[in-house]
């Protein structure tokens, strides 16, 4: 089973709100990832995850907020988004996010619209 | 300079037919991983097939396979017997170094794939 699970799959938020992105995997895997994809464009990596801390922030605006509860769930805490933060949002999970062979699983991504 | 180029923006494919999509590479680093990911319009990034730069032989899954010419620094996918479910968006990725953290991909621009029936 390589299945990585992402609620919601549609958001429609107003540039004051809070909203939260989830994930959940069930492959024990130790490494987690949120990417924003735009369209038409290739992912782009936001954080990830490594034994549930984080290993990697890419510069992301503050308005966005990781979050590992633990090794199956990653968060991504939304709060004052600006229009151009519209994206589809993917969540990954990887076996441990150090060997060169570990393959990253996708989940079906979350398509947020900012107003 | 791109680590990761497709060239191809967008194909068609007949039914039934085989398909090839391009991608080099950019490295230095002896040890890396190419994987090939289809996207198609509900947006999940699927796993299709992974090279390693140390495997002698050309990686297959199925209906897919992976042309890997490491002194072209190539890692061409090639489709099968192409069906009108293979639409969809496809990225070529490398992951560089056996001590990756953050496992990072490096994704290419895409080809846009289109089977006609």
């Known amino acids: 089973d390589t299945e990585v699970t992402q609620t919601p799959k549609h958001l429609v938020m107003g540039m004051t709100n809070k909203k939260s992105l989830k994930c959940e995997q069930h492959m024990g895997h130790r490494a987690m990832y949120w990417y924003k994809q735009k369209a038409k464009k290739p992912p782009e990596l936001m954080f990830v995850?490594?034994?549930?801390?984080?290993?990697i922030n890419e510069s992301v605006p503050s308005r966005f907020s990781p979050e590992c509860p633990n090794s199956s769930l990653l968060n991504l805490h939304l709060h004052a988004l600006q229009p151009e933060d519209s994206a589809l949002y993917l969540c990954?999970?990887?076996?441990?996010?150090?060997?060169?062979?570990?393959?990253?699983?996708f989940g079906p991504g979350t398509r947020l619209t900012v107003l | 300079a791109q680590k990761i180029t497709q060239t191809q923006p967008g194909m068609f494919v007949q039914e039934k037919e085989a398909v090839t999509l391009d991608c080099t590479y950019d490295t230095s680093d002896p040890s890396y991983g190419l994987f090939w990911y289809k996207q198609p319009s509900s947006g999940e990034m699927i796993f299709l097939i992974y090279?390693?730069?140390?495997?002698?032989q050309n990686a297959t899954e199925g209906r897919y396979s992976l042309n890997f010419q490491k002194a072209r620094k190539s890692a061409n996918l090639v489709i099968s017997a192409s069906q009108l479910g293979d639409s969809a968006m496809y990225f070529c990725a490398m992951r560089e170094g056996p001590n990756n953290a953050g496992n990072m991909l490096t994704f290419g621009g895409g080809t846009r794939l289109m089977v006609k029936p």
């Open positions: 995850y490594s034994y549930e801390k984080l290993s």
């Open positions: 090279q390693g730069s140390y495997d002698q």
């Open positions: 990954a999970s990887s076996h441990s996010g150090l060997r060169s062979t570990d393959t990253q699983y």
